[in-house]
């Protein structure tokens, strides 16, 4: 059974940074697309910023410039380095990986604060 668990997530103040990290555990090979979604309060769940086995990325607008992808493929691992955090990031972030299947993570609580 493949399971992905998040961890980083927490409270920062305007401007801080945080760093996110996922991190797949069972029997998951050949990943494709390794990417982070968030669903703020009364929203529907959009894409973050998604990295693919090459290394090509795909951010959001909201993102660009502040947010950065990266992935280690031999620990079956995605982060999420945040910086210039803004109160419009406040989120529940989820990692989202694919095989032929899709996988989600339980979600990780980003709150920031003025």
């Known amino acids: 059974q493949v399971q992905l668990v998040e961890s980083g997530g927490g409270l920062v103040q305007v401007g801080g940074s945080l760093r996110l990290s996922c991190a797949a555990s069972?029997?998951?090979?050949?990943?494709?697309?390794m990417g982070w979604y968030r669903q703020a309060p009364g929203k529907q769940r959009e894409l973050v910023a998604v990295?693919?086995?090459?290394?090509?990325?795909n951010y959001a607008d909201s993102v660009k410039g502040r947010f950065t992808i990266s992935r280690d493929n031999a620990r079956n691992t995605v982060y999420l380095q945040m910086n210039s955090l803004q109160l419009e990031d406040t989120a529940v972030y989820y990692c989202r990986f694919t095989t032929p299947n899709v996988y989600w993570g339980q979600g990780t609580q980003v709150t920031v604060s003025s």
């Open positions: 069972g029997s998951i090979f050949n990943i494709n697309t």
């Open positions: 990295i693919a086995r090459g290394g090509s990325t």
